[in-house]
C-alpha cells in the first residue's frame, strides 16, 4: 500500500515512536474545549425539573447528532 | 441541554411527543429571531421564520431553542454565530421575564424514561476526535475545527482482548473492533456531519497487537476505504497503545491514531481541502457524564445497535 506520507510543508513521519507527538495533533485545545464548561444537560425532562426549580429558561441545542458527540 | 434531532424528533417516546408539541408552539408564534447572520451575510432584522422555513422546507427542527420548563416557547433560532447566540439569549430572557412559565412537576416515569440509546452494562466508552493537521488558511474555515464522537467496546470484547494479550503473543486484534473503528470512526467528521463507510467500502484492513510490558498493548496495523465510485477515499496507518485492568480487562491510557490520506467531500461535508489531505482521527478513555449518554453517531442516528455492534 502506498499513500502520500506528506502534509503540506509538513513533516509527517509515521512510526510507532512518535505516537504520542502525533496524538497531540488530534486532541482538541483548550479553546476548543471551552463549550464544554457550559455543563450541558442531556435528558430534557430532568432539565425541565431543574429550570423548574431554579426559575430559569432553558437553552436547547440540538442537530442530527448531539452535538456532545458527532454532528 | 444539548440533543440529538432524531431523539426528540422520530424516536417514539413522551419526549418526543413533548418535544415537537414546542415545535408547533414555537412555529405558530413565529418566535424565530434571527438577527441577522454573519455567517450567511444576511442583514439585521432579516427573517423572521426560520424554524417555520426550516420544517416546510425539509421538516427539520435543527437549531437552539429557549422556552420555559412548562413549554412556553421564547426564542429559536439556528445560527451559530456567537454574536446571534448573545442576541438570542438577551431576546429569549427578555420574553422569560416578561411571560413566567407556570409551576410544573414532573413525575419520576417521565424524570427516568429512555432518552437515547445508552451504552450495555460493561461497555467502555472512548472519546473520538478527527482533525486536519496541515489545513491551510486558504480554504473554509469548517476544516480547523475539530470532529467528535463516542466509540464502544462491548464487555465481551474487552474481555477477548485481555485473554489473546495474556498469552504474551502478537494477535490480530479482534475484527468486530477493528471493522467498527474504520467503518464507523475513520471518518472526516471535522466539517460536520461525515458518511460512515459501507461494508464493501473497506478494501483492506489489518491491526494487530503485540503484548509490551505489563498488561499493555502496542497496536500498528493499517487501512484503506474507498468509494465505489472512486470520489472518496480514506487511507493510512494505525498505531496504538492501551493498557489492560486486569481485574475489570477496561483499557486505560488509551492512545488509538489511525494517520492517513483523505479525499473527497462527503454528503454534508463539502469544501474539503481541494488536493488529498492528510488526516487524523484519535481514541482515549473518557470518563465524561455525557459518555453515558450520547451514543455514538452510527448507532445515534440508525436507532439500532445491530450494524454498530457487528459491521
Redesign the interface.
Known sequence: MSWPDKAQGEESEISAKNLSERFQLVEPTEIEQKWKEVGWRTHLMQARQEAAELEKPIFLWIMVGNPQGCT | ????????QWHRS??QK??MELVDKMMAQKLSSRHGSKLSGQSIGNSELDLNRQMAQSND??????????GTP?AFCNDHDPEDLEKL?DI??ER?RQT??E????NEE??S?P??ITPPLGTQVLQ????I??A?DSITYLNK??????CWIYKDELHEVAELASTGQEFPFPERITRRLARFHFLD?VR???NVWKAREVQ?LSLKATPHGPHQL?L?G?F?MTTTNQRRYY???I???LTIDPITHTWSQV?I?A???ASGAGTYTPNQPPH???L???L?ETNLP?AQ?????EV??SNRTTRYKNP
Open positions: 441541554m444539548s440533543a440529538n434531532t432524531h431523539d426528540l413522551a419526549t413533548w418535544f427542527p435543527q437549531g437552539m431553542y429557549i422556552f420555559g420548563a412548562d421564547y439569549m429569549g430572557l422569560f413566567p412559565p409551576q410544573v412537576a414532573l417521565d424524570l424514561a432518552f437515547s473520538c476526535f478527527s482533525r493537521p496541515s491551510p475545527g475539530v470532529g467528535r464522537d463516542f467528521g460536520g456531519t461525515p483492506s502496542l500498528s493499517s484503506s487511507r493510512g496507518l498505531h496504538g497503545t492512545q491514531l494517520d492517513g490520506t488529498p489531505y492528510r487524523l482521527v484519535g482515549l455525557e449518554v450520547v451514543p455514538p453517531y445515534g442516528i
